[in-house]
């Protein structure tokens, strides 16, 4: 075949559309392989395979080069029986095409197959070793990925870059930097992707010494303005907690690249520094730097964590912009923070933009449901998600179990909790014992709690002793309480929650001398009570507050407030439950205690600061009491408010004197 002849239509053929291209072979009167060639990879690379198989087809010469990019394209094109067997047809085969079919069935998962091709082949060169190396690590077969390693007729740079990237990749951080330190010492010259999977592994086995030196060995070899370097750098130095340094790495040059900022971003987050996080992401944003799918998620996690529901809204709206809130991670995080943030309905609708949901997406929503007391919501998203075929995990059986617990379904509680036992692949633990006990304490079904606890294959955990004496709580026996308390002091006699537990009980029945010798045995075993605390964020800022705090600025306003709303709710006939104040004082002193207590100051922080007529949410780290919960409900009514109560147990919605948890936490 004769190359091109005519300069100028060689020089157009790059500006032509791929449809105004396609007809150039069959006007030319003798097509040659060169042109061809370019032709069919333009087409597998916009994934238009019927158009290269036929002009494949059409072209009378076909050289090697043409039949392995074929073979090629079919696999990454989806077509994996296609290439197998033009692989069959090929007139003649050499190494490439040999290791094109070898990391095919990689790719498809198809091992065995891949083994047994690599034996087959004629001749065996570096590269096909290597992929083979590659393979077997990308399929999780570490043990062979080693040992063909080590027969290895000869290695280079891509060998050893292979083994230390495929270590520590599966978890084996500590052997990959042996890999590196032998590469080292016979004298081969790593590359900088050798250098970002030794960083990568250093950060992860903590080792500061090595990873410092390799920093300075990067510098002397210019690789210290390698993107991908710089990125595991950041990353590494965020692993060792070592923040300053990881700024210090960002600002050794300008950075345009999204890779770099992102691992800045995501270090911050990391070591708990979720406002300089988010400063960052601001930053990316104002200078042009477009966020990708790992900027977005990370930059959400730090708006979770703390609790920044409006920053987080911001970011959801620059994903929407440029369309990333489809992406499974992104979309992903959003639930999660919607969620944990007391927003449910926008973490559903959240949940149902995701284009290609996976088992993270629906775990999240299912978790999500749960937390917010919405079971049936739970059951019907676990109920689309069978149907998509996409099985549960463990995760998914404790979220519906929660979900369960949280709405009294009693009932579909012993059902999925059967499933669950008789799962094939799922192993039942101890937490989702711990659910199933805290349903049936919530259902009134004690005794039957106390009996699983009793029948478990495997010895309780303090969670499940817990889950069975907060049981005994809301049933008032003070016996089987008792009992629970027992077998949680001889697990940890420092256990705060269960004298809690315990001293509440016996308070509530009037037993202030049992009282007074559970709080003795406490200070003996040099325990103390974590105190109840509650907050708000308003603008990035945390505001807390403690039972009868009045340390905040805004003290003297709050307490105003809290008597405003007292005078309020006696009008409209509420009287507070003194036996929740708990302690052996006078009448007027104990409803003063329950009106100090930190949610309800928390509220009032929230009524004399936020916008009028917004939602309040308030995050407490106890379990709100009975009266609290009450009184919030009528605090609802009364200034027309919804309020969102999150709890150690669950989230609680109150609009108009009800409370989305039915009265039943």
């Not at 032509?16 to 690379?45: A, F, G, H, Q, W």
């Not at 032998?182 to 050798?194: A, E, L, Q, Y």
């Not at 036992?421 to 799922?426: A, L, M, R, V």
């Amino acid at each position: 075949m004769a190359p091109f002849t005519n300069p100028t239509k060689h020089s157009n053929f790059r500006n032509r559309t791929l449809d105004e291209d396609r007809k150039i072979p069959s006007e030319m009167p003798s097509r040659d392989v060169y042109s061809c060639t370019k032709m069919i990879s333009s087409y597998v690379n916009d994934f238009r395979l019927d158009d290269a198989l036929q002009l494949f087809d059409e072209t009378p010469v076909r050289d090697i080069v043409m039949w392995n990019l074929m073979i090629n394209g079919c696999v990454s094109c989806g077509n994996l029986e296609m290439g197998l067997r033009l692989f069959d047809e090929m007139p003649e085969k050499n190494v490439v095409s040999w290791t094109t079919m070898v990391n095919a069935f990689f790719k498809y998962g198809m091992i065995e197959e891949a083994k047994g091709l690599f034996r087959e082949m004629p001749v065996r060169d570096t590269a096909a070793w290597n992929a083979m190396v590659h393979g077997l690590f990308t399929n999780g077969r570490v043990e062979e990925a080693t040992r063909l390693f080590d027969v290895m007729p000869d290695r280079n740079v891509i060998s050893w870059t292979t083994m230390i990237s495929g270590l520590d990749q599966l978890g084996r951080s500590d052997e990959a930097l042996s890999i590196f330190r032998k590469m080292v010492g016979i004298g081969m010259k790593p590359t900088s992707t050798t250098f970002c999977s030794a960083i990568s592994s250093c950060g992860k086995v903590g080792d500061f010494i090595l990873g410092s030196r390799i920093h300075g060995q990067v510098t002397k070899l210019g690789y210290v303005f390698d993107t991908y370097v710089i990125a595991s750098l950041i990353t590494f130095y965020a692993n060792c907690k070592r923040v300053e340094e990881c700024v210090k790495a960002f600002n050794e040059k300008l950075h345009q690249n999204v890779v770099v900022w992102t691992s800045l971003l995501t270090g911050y987050g990391a070591n708990d520094k979720h406002e300089d996080a988010l400063r960052v992401f601001g930053d990316m944003i104002r200078l042009g730097i477009i966020p990708n799918q790992s900027s977005f998620t990370s930059a959400l996690n730090s708006s979770r964590e703390m609790e920044a529901h409006d920053w987080g809204k911001g970011i959801h709206g620059a994903a929407i912009k440029l369309g990333l809130e489809t992406d499974a991670f992104v979309g992903n995080a959003l639930v999660v923070l919607y969620s944990e943030c007391g927003n449910i309905r926008d973490g559903v609708l959240s949940f149902k933009e995701i284009t290609s949901k996976n088992i993270v997406s629906w775990n999240a929503i299912i978790v999500g449901c749960a937390q917010h007391g919405r079971g049936e919501w739970a059951i019907s998203f676990f109920s689309q998600m069978a149907k998509t075929g996409i099985n549960p995990d463990e995760i998914t059986f404790t979220g519906l179990l929660n979900s369960c617990s949280h709405s009294g379904l009693l009932k579909k509680g012993r059902h999925f909790f059967e499933c669950l036992q008789q799962h094939t692949t799922i192993e039942v633990k101890l937490e989702h014992y711990a659910c199933m006990v805290d349903i049936l304490c919530r259902s009134g079904k004690l005794e039957e709690a106390e009996d699983l606890v009793n029948s478990m294959p495997m010895e309780a955990n303090l969670s499940i002793w817990l889950a069975l004496l907060s049981g005994c709580r809301s049933q008032s026996n003070l016996e089987a309480a008792e009992r629970a308390a027992k077998n949680i002091f001889d697990k940890d006699p420092h256990c705060a929650a269960a004298y809690v537990l315990l001293s509440n009980m016996y308070a509530f029945a009037g037993r202030w001398t049992d009282v007074a010798r559970v709080r003795m045995s406490m200070k003996r075993a040099g325990t103390i009570k974590q105190p109840g605390r509650s907050w708000v964020t308003q603008k990035g800022s945390c505001h807390s507050f403690i039972a009868s705090d009045k340390s905040h600025p805004l003290s003297e306003k709050i307490y105003e407030k809290v008597e405003w709303l007292r005078e309020r709710l006696r009008e409209n006939g509420y009287a507070s439950d003194q036996r929740f104040a708990l302690h052996d004082v006078e009448e007027e002193q104990k409803e003063a205690q329950l009106w100090h207590h930190s949610e309800r100051l928390a509220i009032c922080f929230a009524l004399i600061t936020g916008a009028e007529g917004s939602s309040i949410t308030v995050m407490k780290n106890l379990r709100t009491c009975e009266d609290c919960h009450s009184a919030i409900k009528l605090i609802a009514k009364i200034v027309q408010r919804e309020i969102i109560v999150r709890d150690s147990s669950r989230f609680h919605h109150f609009r108009d004197g009800f409370c989305s948890c039915g009265d039943y936490w």
